[in-house]
């Protein structure tokens, strides 16, 4: 069974500029939650989506944003990039709500 | 809000010992507890849930604790590998707090084992 898959592997883009990840999901998982990994810190809740609608959003501001589609995987968006965007973004999925299964992540710099 | 410790500091034991990790965490407690494996660069791998109504947990050579009385849970290794070397990652269920489905991670705690 394939696990949680996400590109690209590495971003880099300039402070003001938009970035898109994205995350599929295990087979069958209905739930994606994105976090967010600044170096040398712990995890950072971001989204959660669940059946094609946003369900919980974290502490971030409104430029993070991002969309599930019927297929369950799912889009982070960052737009007007800052230096401190840089970080480790990790997608996870999970089919009740419990343990979560996280992607290999997409490594953002912002320059 | 919640607060969720680990020790920051890195944990260095002998290979073939038991490595003991723990987390704690303020104010409400959560219905579950989960612990993750995180190798550098890479995303955290599920190891084990317990439940607040559950003491104790085990899967091969993991153990997990749940004190809730203490706030506590801890994690235990027996016969450490070096291979067992990473962070270890501490997650609490946001349920009860927030009503929604959501887990808060604490920092980690980085276990090297020494052959």
């Known amino acids: 069974e394939a696990g949680v898959t996400q590109s690209p592997t590495h971003l880099i883009k300039t402070r003001g500029q938009q970035a898109t990840l994205r995350c599929s999901p295990i087979s069958g998982h209905t739930s994606v939650y994105w976090y967010q990994q600044a170096l040398g810190l712990g995890l950072q809740f971001l989204l959660w989506y669940d059946e094609g609608e946003e369900r919980n959003r974290g502490n971030f501001p409104p430029r993070f944003s991002g969309r599930q589609f019927p297929n369950y995987s799912s889009e982070l968006n960052v737009n007007a990039l800052e230096l401190e965007d840089s970080a480790l973004y990790l997608c996870?999925?999970?089919?009740?709500?419990?343990?979560?299964?996280f992607g290999p992540g997409t490594r953002l710099t912002v320059t | 809000s919640q607060k969720i410790e680990q020790n920051s500091e890195a944990l260095n034991i002998q290979e073939g010992k038991t490595a003991t990790l723990t987390c704690n965490y303020t104010n409400y407690s959560p219905a579950y507890l989960q612990w993750y494996r995180q190798d550098p660069g890479r995303g955290p791998v599920f190891l084990l849930l317990i439940r607040e109504n559950e003491k104790e947990k085990r899967k091969e050579r993991l153990k997990v604790t749940f004190d809730t009385t203490l706030k506590q849970s801890l994690f235990h290794i027996t016969a450490s590998q070096p291979a067992d070397s990473a962070t270890y990652l501490c997650a609490l269920d946001m349920r009860r707090r927030t009503g929604r489905r959501a887990l808060t991670f604490g920092s980690g705690t980085r276990l090297q084992v020494q052959p």
């Open positions: 996870a999925s999970s089919l009740r709500g419990d343990e979560q299964y």
